[in-house]
């Protein structure tokens, strides 16, 4: 199975920076897109920033500037940093990439489990 692992998430005050990874793992065996969702509660998930495997980058309106999405495919990880952080980026955030594995080769999405991400004074 194909298994998504989130880190760094936390608690941050506004203007504070965090760093969020995202290691995939398992039966994965070629990777496409990555990117990073959120959910706040009572609002529907809404994609944040994702990156492809040509290297193309593109973001929500709402953090252009102030986010950073990457990647390194050699170790299948993907990251967001995330800068300026403001009270209404709080929300839970989801690593998402599309892949195919061993015995697949459909490309399918997979979510990681989500990590709290909190910004408040």
């Known amino acids: 199975q194909v298994q998504l692992v989130e880190s760094g998430g936390g608690l941050v005050q506004p203007g504070g920076s965090l760093r969020l990874s995202c290691v995939a793992s398992g039966s994965i065996s070629s990777i496409s897109v990555m990117g990073w969702y959120r959910q706040a509660p009572g609002k529907q998930r809404e994609l944040v920033a994702v990156?492809?495997?040509?290297?193309?980058?593109n973001y929500v309106e709402s953090v252009k500037g102030r986010f950073t999405i990457s990647r390194d495919n050699a170790k299948n990880t993907v990251y967001l940093q995330m800068n300026s952080l403001k009270p209404e980026d709080t929300a839970l955030y989801y690593c998402n990439i599309r892949g195919t594995t061993e015995w697949d080769t459909t490309p399918r999405k997979y979510w990681g489990q989500g990590t709290q991400v909190t910004v408040s004074s």
């Open positions: 990156s492809t495997s040509g290297g193309i980058t």
